[in-house]
């Protein structure tokens, strides 16, 4: 009888799989797809995306953490190729970053939710 081979972390953080039982959805369509509405709960497991209001603060510096680490690529590929001063390199960094930025909303979501579940794991009732 052959058993299933655990999905990597890495893998349903990527499909947005619940943290706990690494099956259930924590979107109910990929972020990848668009800007979807988030579940209350995993329909596997029941585990609680949001344990309580204020609960995505953190998200916040994840999110804040991603966006520069996708902008200072893109401005210092912007300043190497064209040679604009910083202030008009920055602007234009923003302009190309702003299609980005709802998904990396979301996707410091999957992460501080791992997160939270990697350090303070909430048991099944």
């Not at 953080?13 to 990848?32: M, T």
């Not at 210092?76 to 008009?88: D, F, M, S, V």
Request: proline letters at 6%.
């Amino acid at each position: 009888m052959e058993t299933a081979a655990k999905p990597s972390t890495l893998r349903c953080i990527l499909e947005q799989r619940c943290p706990r039982c690494l099956i259930g959805r924590i979107f109910r369509y990929s972020i990848f797809r668009g800007f979807p509405r988030m579940c209350e709960r995993c329909s596997i497991c029941d585990l609680k995306f949001e344990r309580e209001p204020g609960y995505f603060l953190g998200a916040m510096y994840l999110s804040y953490g991603l966006g520069v680490l996708i902008m200072a690529p893109i401005a210092l590929l912007l300043w190497a190729l064209t040679g604009w001063w910083i202030t008009r390199v920055i602007l234009w960094a923003a302009v190309l970053f702003l299609p980005f930025a709802p998904t990396i909303t979301l996707f410091a979501r999957v992460l501080w939710i791992y997160l939270d579940q990697k350090v303070d794991p909430q048991r099944n009732h």
